[in-house]
């Protein structure tokens, strides 16, 4: 369970300040992909972060006993001028893999993430969708209760999006998803209930189609 209690969140501006949530208390319930729907502008990516409990907010607390991954769409945390290589071994050894384990986790992210020689180079020299592929088979390569996804699903070919959403569909087996998208296809074969964020408040959605609905009715 993810549970929020006066939770704020809000950006200083020139204007005052910008509220993404204000004094928001609700419960999300263990076990159910949750689906993360609200206009560009809302804030749906810093909500999917404080969920993941890796950006706090300005008041208020978020509390949950299960475990998260990075953002996967976002590409952050990697070393610029390691290798994709490299940035791999350095997160593998961060949480504790064995020798062996870190050069199957190597050879799985090498071959998901399609990268080829520059898999080899320098993370500074990736365009942000090779970044968020990167990130994407790496995450998968790790057990967590829930996976953070920011529209990594989009990038890439139409095989590779095909490849990706199938990885993800097995990998959710075991686990969870906290998903922001767009694609409202996608939010519907992945996901169980939603949540729509608008104006600084939040709706929750035991059916996902209720959410994708909601989200329709604010857009109009």
């Given at each position: 369970?993810?549970?929020?209690?006066?939770?704020?969140?809000?950006?200083?501006?020139?204007?005052?300040?910008?509220?993404?949530?204000?004094?928001?208390?609700?419960?999300?319930?263990?076990?159910?992909?949750?689906?993360?729907?609200?206009?560009?502008?809302?804030?749906?990516?810093?909500?999917?972060?404080?969920?993941?409990?890796?950006?706090?907010?300005?008041?208020?607390?978020?509390?949950?006993?299960?475990?998260?991954s990075w953002p996967l769409g976002l590409g952050g945390g990697f070393v610029g001028n390691m290798t994709g290589?490299?940035?791999?071994?350095?997160?593998?050894?961060?949480?504790?893999?064995?020798?062996?384990?870190?050069?199957?986790?190597?050879?799985y992210v090498k071959e998901f993430s399609e990268l080829d020689d520059y898999f080899d180079m320098p993370i500074k020299t990736y365009s942000s969708g090779m970044r968020s592929r990167l990130s994407f088979g790496l995450s998968l390569s790790f057990d967590f209760d829930y996976l953070l996804i920011d529209e990594t699903l989009s990038v890439g070919d139409a095989n590779f999006r095909k490849k990706s959403k199938a990885a993800l569909l097995k990998k959710i087996e075991s686990c969870n998803v906290l998903l922001v998208s767009h694609d409202m296809g996608t939010l519907k074969d992945i996901c169980d209930c939603g949540i729509v964020v608008n104006n600084g408040e939040i709706q929750y959605f035991e059916d996902v189609n209720a959410a994708i609905s909601k989200y329709a009715e604010i857009n109009k």
């Amino acid at each position: 369970m993810i549970r929020l209690h006066k939770v704020s969140k809000f950006f200083k501006t020139k204007t005052g300040k910008k509220y993404i949530l204000k004094d928001v208390s609700m419960e999300l319930p263990s076990n159910k992909n949750v689906a993360i729907l609200g206009r560009n502008g809302t804030g749906k990516s810093t909500i999917m972060r404080m969920l993941g409990q890796i950006e706090f907010p300005n008041k208020g607390d978020i509390t949950s006993d299960k475990s998260f991954s990075w953002p996967l769409g976002l590409g952050g945390g990697f070393v610029g001028n390691m290798t994709g290589r490299a940035n791999v071994k350095f997160v593998c050894r961060l949480y504790g893999k064995s020798a062996k384990e870190i050069d199957e986790v190597i050879n799985y992210v090498k071959e998901f993430s399609e990268l080829d020689d520059y898999f080899d180079m320098p993370i500074k020299t990736y365009s942000s969708g090779m970044r968020s592929r990167l990130s994407f088979g790496l995450s998968l390569s790790f057990d967590f209760d829930y996976l953070l996804i920011d529209e990594t699903l989009s990038v890439g070919d139409a095989n590779f999006r095909k490849k990706s959403k199938a990885a993800l569909l097995k990998k959710i087996e075991s686990c969870n998803v906290l998903l922001v998208s767009h694609d409202m296809g996608t939010l519907k074969d992945i996901c169980d209930c939603g949540i729509v964020v608008n104006n600084g408040e939040i709706q929750y959605f035991e059916d996902v189609n209720a959410a994708i609905s909601k989200y329709a009715e604010i857009n109009k």
